[in-house]
Structure formats: structure tokens, C-alpha cells
């Protein structure tokens, strides 16, 4: 069943823990003369040039979601599960997991997902789940915690494009979810709409890292609470 909840920066923005870890990477920004932001940036960007596009065999492949355009996929989410097909016809994934909610009533993005996987062509019997119900990237790997435990012990491996895999291992890390990561992409070249993306995931990034960082030092539970 599809769920429709608020788009996730609304409800971020009603959110006061959120603005507190604002705060508290505006202030690492400052502090660090910028030093903190161009680490994070450098990062993401050895993430998104390193990652492989052949992970482990026998795996629990999860693909992650993106924001439709009036229920159809965009290139980067066609590129996700053309590389999900790709990987499934070659024998190595035991079982896929599709993440991704709705966002305006419409179809949600796992499921847009599984009906293009389907006009690919699938093997018969094939396990896919879907989990409809995240909203963002942390949602996204919070349930898939909760239905990784059903399919069985198997490595997991984390799909999705090169300038977003950074932000899933630091989500994944912090939730302590074992991982690989697969990249989307063949080509580890980026033209200037990846670049602008990659900045925008580096930032991203500096504020959750932040975040996680200040929470664990003060022992804020609630805020703790909302990663694990």
C-alpha cells in the first residue's frame, strides 16, 4: 500500500532537533574557515569515484528512491535500476529491496521502480520488496533495517548514484547497518549537473555528520534516537 505523508523537508523544518544540528554545522562551517564543508566535499567525491558497480555476490541489493516527475522516473532513478536489472540477471543479488514512499498522492517511487524492473524482465519467482512508507535517505534505511532481518544473513549493498553514496554510508554507518555500496553509474565522470548534485549531497552530509557528532557528545537520546 502506498503511503502519502508530507514531503520529508517539511517535516524537517517543524523539527527542532534538525535546527539544532544547523546550528551546530554552521558553526564547525565558521569555525574551520570552510576547512570542514571542503573535507566533506572531497569525500563525497572519492566516494562517488571509487565505488564499484560489481558488489558481492548473493547479496541483499537495496535501491534506493528518487523524487518523481509526475510518477515517472528521471534519468538518475533509470539509471538505479538499470543497474539493479543488470546485477539481478547476472545471478548476484539474492533479493532487492525497493525504497521509496510518494510524495504528492501520486505513485510512490519503489513502486515506479518494480513496474520498470518488470518491463525488463525479471526472473520468475524473483524476491522483491517494497518498502512505500520512507520519506528520505535515513527512512529509506531505517525500514530497510526492519525487512533485511526477514530475507536471511547476506551482505548488503547499498545502490544508487555515485554523488548520493557518500550520504547513504554515513546514514548506514550511523545506524550500524554492515554495508557495500554499488554505484548506478559506469562512468565515474561527472558533467556539471553531477557536480552541482555531489555539492549539494557534501553538504548535506556535513550537516547530518554534525549532527550525529553533537548528539553522541551530549548524549541527546531524543535526537539519538531519531538514527537508530
Known amino acids: 500500500m502506498t503511503t502519502h505523508r508530507a ?15 544547523f546550528a551546530v554545522a554552521s558553526l564547525a562551517l565558521i569555525g574551520s574557515a570552510g576547512l570542514a564543508w571542503l573535507l566533506h566535499v572531497r569525500h563525497t567525491w572519492r566516494v562517488a ?117 557518500a550520504r547513504c554510508a554515513l546514514l548506514a554507518h550511523s545506524i550500524g547497518l554492515q554495508h557495500e555500496l554499488c554505484a548506478a553509474e559506469s562512468d565515474p565522470g561527472f558533467g556539471r549537473g553531477h557536480w552541482l548534485r555531489l555539492v549539494k549531497e557534501a553538504s548535506l552530509s556535513l550537516w547530518l555528520d554534525a549532527g550525529i557528532r553533537w548528539a553522541r557528545l551530549i548524549g541527546h537520546r531524543r535526537m539519538l534516537s531519531k538514527l537508530g
Open 7 to 21: 514531503p520529508s523537508w517539511q517535516r524537517h523544518l517543524r523539527d527542532p532537533d534538525v535546527w539544532q544540528a
Open 49 to 165: 569515484r571509487s565505488a564499484p558497480v560489481l558488489p558481492s555476490a548473493d547479496c541483499h541489493l537495496l535501491l534506493f528512491g528518487k523524487k518523481l516527475d509526475n510518477g515517472i522516473a528521471d534519468r538518475d532513478l533509470i539509471d538505479r535500476i538499470a543497474r539493479a536489472h543488470a546485477l539481478i540477471r547476472a545471478g548476484r543479488v539474492r533479493a532487492l529491496i525497493l525504497l521509496g514512499g510518494s510524495r504528492d498522492g501520486g505513485p510512490s517511487e519503489a513502486a515506479v521502480a518494480q513496474d520498470l524492473l518488470l518491463q525488463l524482465g525479471m526472473p520468475e519467482g524473483f524476491p522483491i520488496v517494497l518498502d512505500e512508507a520512507s520519506g528520505d535517505t535515513l527512512e529509506n534505511l531505517r525500514h530497510a533495517r526492519g525487512l533485511l532481518a526477514a530475507l536471511g544473513d547476506a551482505p548488503v549493498v547499498l545502490l544508487s548514484n555515485r554523488y548520493h553514496l
